[in-house]
């Protein structure tokens, strides 16, 4: 069964850190496209981050540009999203998604043959 689990998210202060990890299972995440997409309530996906399956380019949104970085490790088959200086517009809840056939990453995709469950990020002093 191919699926992508999110663990890592929590409460932080703004200014802090938190790492997110998406582990996958059924699949290899070296030879797909990855993608993390986040969800505030009564907004709209966003989609946040990408790493592109084909040639491991990264793709971030202007919006975490500078603050967020996005790593694979192969022999774990887990993706990371390392998240600093976090700020209360980050609040949301943040999903990993993957395409099983590698691509070059999309600017704000949002829509994977997978994603996970979500994890939920506040940031609030």
């Known amino acids: 069964q191919m699926q992508v689990v999110e663990s890592g998210g929590g409460l932080a202060q703004p200014g802090g850190s938190l790492r997110l990890s998406c582990a996958a299972s059924?699949?290899?995440?070296?030879?797909?496209?990855i993608g993390w997409f986040r969800q505030a309530p009564g907004k709209e996906r966003e989609g946040v981050s990408c790493?592109?399956?084909?040639?491991?380019?990264?793709y971030y949104a202007d919006s975490v540009k500078g603050r967020f970085t996005l790593s694979r490790d192969n022999a774990k088959n887990t993706v990371y999203l390392q998240m600093n200086n976090l700020k209360p517009e980050d609040t949301a809840v943040y999903y990993c998604?993957?395409?099983?056939?590698?691509?070059?990453?999309?600017?704000?995709?949002?829509?994977?043959?997978?994603r996970g469950q979500g994890t939920q990020v506040t940031v609030s002093s």
């Open positions: 998604a993957a395409d099983l056939i590698p691509h070059e990453c999309v600017v704000g995709q949002v829509d994977y043959d997978y």
């Open positions: 059924g699949f290899t995440l070296d030879y797909s496209t």
């Open positions: 790493i592109s399956g084909r040639d491991g380019s990264t």
